[in-house]
C-alpha cells in the first residue's frame, strides 16, 4: 500500500515563485474538471516549477497524497518500477492506488514518453479517483488529457508612476507594477546581489534583457545570477553570444538546467535525425514562416517536401516550434530567438546555410512574382486575393529584408531588385514601415553586370517614390529620371510608364501629367491609368480646381472598382471627401470618408486609414460636435503613433491643437501647435493663426510666448501624450514670440484674398477695387507672407477651407 508518512513527496520551493498568477487560476480550475493535464513547453520555460506550485494547491483536493515522479534521467523500460517506488509501493500500482484520490505529478516525461502514456492510460481506467498532472515538452497524447502551453513570462507590463520602485515590492521580493519578467529578474538579482534595485536607469535595459530573453524564466534566472559581477548594460551588450553568457546555474541544479546551452541541447538530443534538419533549417528564417515556405526552403536532402508537415508538427508538438497566430489565413510558424540562435549554430556546422538563405530569397521572390501576376493588365484578380497577398508581405516584412541583406552581402543584387519592385505598391503610399529605403541604395550600389537595364531603371524609380513619400523631393526628383533613362533605354515600357507617372507627381507639369495618362492607357494597365488619373486629381485640389479634382477622382473610382481594388477606391473616396469638404457639403464628406474606411478595415493601409479617421474628425469639428471630432482624432493621433508615422503625428497634433481650442483649453493648444510646427520644420501659417488668435486674447500675448517655446521643445513622443492625457511638459525655457504673431489679414487684405479665391489676376483686383495694379501686387506679396504661402492657389484654398 501507500507509505503513510503524510501523502505528498513535493519538496519545499527554493526560493519565491513570481507571477502566473492567471496562470495557476486557470490550471486550478483544469485540475477540477480534467483527469489528465499535460503543462507543455520548452526546455527552460518553468514546466517544473509551475506544476510544483500547482500541485500544492491542488493537494487539500487529493487526500489519498500528491506524488512528485521525477523521470528526466530515466531509460526505458524503467518507468513502472521506479513510479512504484517514488510511491513506495511494492506490488501492483493500479491495486495500491484503487479508489484513493490520489495525484501523480510525472516531470519531465521526454525520455519516456511513449511509456508515460500507456501508464497513465492503465493508471486512469483502473483508479477513478486518480488525477495525472504531466510536464513534457510535447503532449502524451492519451484519451482525456488536457495539453496546457506554458507561455513564457510577460515582457510587457504597466510603468506608471516613477520608475524607481525598490520600496514597493511584492511578497515574493519582486518589484510591483512590473512585468512578470521584469519582477523575476529583479527578485533573481536581489538573491544574487543584495544592493541591487531598479531604477529609471537600468529599467529599459532590464526590460530589452527580458525581452530578448523571450521572457524564458531559466533564461533570465541565469542573467540575472551575472549581475553579481556584471551590470545589466554589459549583460545587454553581450546577449550576441548568450550560450557563453548564460553558463552560471546552480551547482545543485539538474545538468540541463546549469546552462542556457544545456538546457537546449537536451532538447535537440532528443530530436529524430529528420526532426534536427527540419529545426536547424527553419533558422534560415529571421522572424517567422508559414508553411508553404516551409516546404520550399526547408525540404531537400534528409527531408522530403511531402515530409515536412509531419516533421513541423512534432517540433511545435514538442515545444520548439511555436504556432504564432495566423497570416491572409495561414498559420503562422516562428522560433523563440534562444532556440534560433542553437539552431543557426547548427545549421553554420552542416555546411548547408549558403543554400538554405539562397533557397530563402528565391522562395520570397517568386511569391512576390505571384503577387505581380494578380494585378498585371488583364488579371482582374478578386479583392480577396490581394488582400492576402499584401497581408502576407506585411506580416513577412523582416523576411524580405533579411533577403536583401543576405543579396548585399554576397554581392548577387538582381533576384531581391526583382523581389522589391515585383511589390513595388506595397512599399509606397500606405504607410508600411518596410524600411526598404536603404537596402535598396546598398542593392543599386553594387556594380553587377548581370542587373538588367530594364530592372535596374525600374528599382531606380522605386526608390524615387520611397524618397517622394519621405519628402525628399530632390532626391526623388533624380532617381525618377535616372531610372526613366534606363527604361527607355531598354525599351521597356511599363517602366517609362511608372516613370513618368513618379516626374508627374513631382513636378505637375500637364505636359508630364498628359504623357504618362497616354502611356498607360496605351499599355493597357488601369493601374497605371488610375495613378496618373489621381496624380492629376491631387494638383487640381492643391490648387483650387475642385471641379478638375472631382473628375479625377472619380476616375479612380471607377477604375478601382472595376478592379476590385479597395486600397484604389478608399483613395478615390478620401480625395473625393476633400473635394466635397472645401466645397462645403459636410454630408457628402463624411460618408466619402467612411466609405473609404470601410474598405480598409482588414488591411495595414495605414496612412489611408489614418486619413479617413482624420477627416471624419474635421468633418465632425467643422459640424460642431467636438465630441466625436476627439473620438476620431484619438484614433488617428494613436494609429500615427504606434506606426511611426513621424510626419502624420505632426499633422494630427495641428487638428488636435484646433480641437482643444475649440473645447477653451488655449493652453494646450498654443502647445501643440507649437509641438507641429516644430516636428514638421516649418513656419506658422494661417491655421497655426487661428488658434493662436483665441489663445492671445485669453492668456494674454506673454503667457502665449512661453507656452509656444514650451511646446516648440517637446518631443514627439511628450507631444502625444499632451494631446490624449493631457500631460504638460515642465516650464524650463523662455518666452518665444510664434513667428507669425502678426499675420492677421486686414481688411483690405481679406477682401482681396476673397477675390484671388474667385481667380481675379493682380490687374482685375485692381479694377475690381480701384487701385493700382502695384497696390494690388503688394497687398498680394503681404497677403502670402502673413500667411506663410508661397502661391495664390494657396491663398483661394485656404479661404474656401476656412468658410
Not at 181 to 209: G, I, K, M, Q
Request: with cysteine; glycine share 8%; charged share 25%.
Amino acid at each position: 500500500m501507500l507509505r503513510s508518512a503524510d501523502f505528498s513527496n513535493l519538496p519545499a520551493e527554493p526560493n519565491a515563485f513570481v507571477g502566473r498568477e492567471s496562470d495557476l487560476d486557470e490550471l486550478v480550475h483544469l485540475m477540477r474538471v480534467s483527469r489528465a493535464v499535460t503543462l507543455c513547453g520548452a526546455g527552460g520555460i518553468g514546466k517544473t516549477r509551475l506544476a510544483l506550485r500547482l500541485a500544492a494547491r491542488v493537494a487539500p483536493d487529493h487526500p489519498g497524497g500528491v506524488w512528485l515522479i521525477e523521470l528526466a534521467d530515466l531509460e526505458k523500460g524503467e518507468l513502472r518500477g521506479y513510479a512504484a517506488a517514488a510511491l513506495g509501493i511494492a506490488g501492483d500500482l493500479a491495486e495500491s492506488i484503487a479508489g484513493r484520490r490520489t495525484l501523480l505529478v510525472l516531470d519531465n516525461c521526454e525520455p519516456v514518453i511513449g511509456e508515460c502514456a500507456e501508464l497513465c492510460r492503465d493508471l486512469l481506467g483502473a483508479c477513478p479517483g486518480l488525477t495525472v498532472l504531466a510536464t513534457s515538452r510535447e503532449p502524451l497524447r492519451v484519451p482525456g488529457e488536457t495539453v496546457w502551453r506554458v507561455p513564457p513570462l510577460s515582457v510587457e507590463g504597466p510603468v506608471d508612476g516613477p520608475a524607481d520602485r525598490s520600496a514597493d515590492r511584492c511578497a515574493d521580493g519582486s518589484v510591483e507594477g512590473e512585468s512578470e519578467a521584469v519582477r523575476l529578474f529583479v527578485a533573481r538579482a536581489t538573491a544574487a546581489r543584495p544592493d541591487f534595485e531598479l531604477t529609471d536607469e537600468n529599467r529599459p535595459l532590464v526590460a530589452e534583457l527580458c525581452q530578448a530573453l523571450d521572457g524564458l524564466p531559466l533564461a533570465i534566472e541565469l542573467a540575472a545570477a551575472m549581475v553579481r559581477v556584471l551590470s545589466v548594460g554589459q549583460l545587454v551588450e553581450r546577449l550576441d553570444d548568450r550560450f557563453r553568457l548564460l553558463a552560471g546555474g546552480a551547482r545543485t541544479a539538474p545538468a540541463r538546467h546549469r546552462t542556457l546551452r544545456a538546457a537546449v541541447d537536451w532538447s535537440y538530443r532528443l530530436l529524430s535525425p529528420q526532426e534536427r534538419l527540419l529545426l536547424r533549417r527553419t533558422a534560415a528564417f529571421r522572424s517567422s514562416w508559414t508553411l508553404d515556405l516551409a516546404e520550399e526552403v526547408c525540404s531537400g536532402p534528409g527531408l522530403p517536401e511531402e515530409d515536412v508537415l509531419l516533421r513541423l508538427c512534432d517540433l511545435v508538438d514538442k515545444s520548439l516550434v511555436a504556432l504564432d497566430g495566423e497570416i491572409a489565413g495561414q498559420a503562422r510558424y516562428r522560433l523563440l530567438e534562444t532556440v534560433r540562435d542553437y539552431a543557426l549554430e547548427q545549421l553554420a556546422e552542416s555546411g548547408e546555410e549558403t543554400e538554405l538563405r539562397r533557397r530563402h530569397l528565391t522562395a520570397l521572390a517568386a511569391m512576390a512574382r505571384r503577387f505581380k501576376e494578380t494585378i498585371a493588365p488583364g488579371a482582374r484578380t478578386s479583392w480577396p486575393v490581394i488582400e492576402r497577398y499584401v497581408n502576407l508581405f506585411d506580416a513577412l516584412k523582416v523576411e524580405v529584408g533579411a533577403a536583401c541583406d543576405w543579396s548585399i552581402a554576397i554581392g548577387l543584387p538582381e533576384i531581391a531588385l526583382g523581389l522589391l519592385t515585383d511589390v513595388r505598391y506595397l512599399l509606397v503610399g500606405s504607410g508600411r514601415k518596410l524600411d526598404m529605403a536603404e537596402r535598396l541604395d546598398r542593392l543599386l550600389s553594387l556594380d553587377v553586370p548581370q542587373v538588367r537595364p530594364a530592372l535596374r531603371g525600374q528599382a531606380t524609380i522605386l526608390r524615387g517614390e520611397l524618397a517622394l513619400a519621405a519628402g525628399d523631393l530632390e532626391l526623388a526628383a533624380w532617381c525618377a529620371r535616372a531610372g526613366l533613362d534606363l527604361c527607355r533605354a531598354a525599351g521597356d515600357e511599363y517602366g517609362e510608364a511608372v516613370g513618368t507617372i513618379v516626374l508627374a507627381q513631382l513636378t505637375g507639369k500637364p505636359d508630364i501629367l498628359a504623357r504618362a495618362l497616354e502611356m498607360a492607357r496605351s499599355a493597357g494597365d488601369l493601374i497605371l491609368e488610375s495613378l496618373a488619373q489621381g496624380t492629376r486629381a491631387q494638383f487640381g485640389l492643391h490648387h483650387g480646381r475642385l471641379r478638375e479634382a472631382q473628375r479625377g477622382f472619380e476616375e479612380v473610382l471607377a477604375i478601382s472598382e472595376g478592379l476590385d481594388n479597395h486600397v484604389g477606391q478608399s483613395y478615390a473616396h478620401i480625395g473625393l471627401a476633400q473635394v466635397a469638404r472645401r466645397s462645403g457639403d459636410l454630408v457628402t464628406a463624411k460618408r466619402h470618408y467612411e466609405s473609404g474606411l470601410s474598405l480598409l478595415r482588414h488591411v495595414d493601409a495605414r496612412q489611408q486609414i489614418v486619413s479617413c479617421l482624420a477627416g471624419l474628425g474635421k468633418v465632425a469639428l467643422d459640424q460642431g460636435d467636438l465630441a466625436e471630432a476627439r473620438v476620431r482624432f484619438t484614433e488617428a493621433l494613436v494609429l500615427s503613433r504606434d506606426a511611426g508615422l513621424r510626419a502624420g503625428i505632426a499633422r494630427r497634433l495641428e487638428e488636435w491643437a484646433v480641437l482643444v481650442s475649440a473645447e477653451g483649453d488655449h493652453r494646450r493648444a498654443v502647445l501643440l501647435a507649437a509641438a507641429s510646427v516644430a516636428l514638421r520644420s516649418r513656419q506658422p501659417d494661417a491655421r497655426t493663426e487661428d488658434v493662436l488668435r483665441p489663445a492671445r486674447a485669453g492668456l494674454g500675448e506673454a503667457v502665449v510666448g512661453m507656452l509656444w517655446a514650451e511646446g516648440a521643445g517637446m518631443t514627439a513622443e511628450q507631444a502625444v501624450a499632451c494631446a490624449l492625457d493631457g500631460a504638460l511638459p515642465e516650464r524650463s525655457v523662455e518666452l518665444v514670440v510664434p513667428v507669425n504673431q502678426d499675420s492677421r489679414l486686414t481688411a483690405r487684405e481679406r477682401e482681396i484674398a476673397d477675390l484671388i479665391a474667385r481667380g481675379l489676376s493682380n490687374r482685375a483686383i485692381a479694377d475690381e477695387l480701384v487701385i493700382s495694379p502695384a497696390t494690388a501686387a503688394r497687398h498680394v506679396a503681404n497677403i502670402l507672407s502673413k500667411l506663410g504661402f508661397s502661391t495664390r492657389t494657396q491663398i483661394a484654398a485656404w479661404v474656401i477651407e476656412s468658410r
